[in-house]
């Protein structure tokens, strides 16, 4: 389950100060409550003007009086888990593009009712956007469920529903839209706050990740996520067979833009353990 990073302020029904309407066109610039509205993106977004006041850099916000001239560096598209870190394997193995995060900002993005505090978006290498990515966070599952079911009455039946794994009930439904793929991820998890007084607050939250990728690109972005691992390795001074370390000799390497219906496995679900009916549907 991917790191819980954004707090939604749930729906309107509930909402305890409402966010600035969100303008006509989409805002140049991200804003705090300026609600960039996902569902109304047309890929030709000007990125680097839509970041140029609030963008991370490597671990932090981007600070220029702090941090200097900004650089092509500090945002180019990389892909890594454990295994491509120890090993030092470079990921996409040719450049793909860049990576634009937001820090959290309240409200700074939107789909239908749901406001998100993040949002990431790839680039080609001439920075046009290719895809965006945000998550959000209900407090419980009926607010999820609802908003679930009223973007099913748009968009119609999902095209793909996986039932990913038990752990957290990580669910993914895909819908393969004329010009664009919306896949959106569900899970739930834990949390624990504490404040100034010693007071500490746990509870369960109900995750949901949404990306939404230009299908001119979709297949560019699969590869991206391919590693082909070379016949040797240079580990620990000696050049040693890839099969040493039970690699695959084509890697795959996942991160928030990877379309979960590209696996081969989980679409011929085979002993049926990937059908969305193993969900528990109360969460």
Known sequence: ??????????????????????????????????GFDIEKITFNEDVPTLYS?????????????????????TFKYQISNTITDVMKFRMPQKDFGYLYKSPEIDSIA????????????????????????????????????HFLDEFRKKYGPPKY??????????????WDLSDRTIQIETSFGFEASFNSNGKSK????????????????KD???????????????YDGKLRSYKDFQFEKVMLVKDEFYLFSTNEALIKNEYGEYSIENAEADE
């Open 220 to 234: 560019e972005i699969y590869k991206a996520h391919l590693m082909d691992v070379p016949e040797k390795i240079m």
């Open 202 to 217: 746990s509870g369960k939250y109900y995750r949901l990740d949404m990306l939404v990728m230009n299908n001119k690109h």
């Open 161 to 174: 529903s996986f039932y990913i794994s038990n752990e957290f009930n990580h669910c993914s439904y895909e």
């Open 1 to 34: 389950m991917k790191k819980r990073n954004l707090l939604l302020l749930v729906l309107p029904v509930v909402f305890s100060c409402k966010p600035r309407v969100p303008q006509v066109p989409l805002p140049k610039v991200l804003e705090k409550n300026y």
């Open 110 to 145: 939107k789909f239908g009712n749901v406001y998100f505090n993040t949002l990431y978006t790839l680039t080609d290498t001439s920075r046009k956007p290719v895809a965006f990515y945000a998550a959000a966070t209900f407090d419980s599952a009926r607010l999820r469920a």
């Open 53 to 73: 006041k609030h963008v991370m850099g490597e671990e932090i916000e981007y600070d220029s009086a702090r941090d200097g001239k900004i650089t092509d560096t």
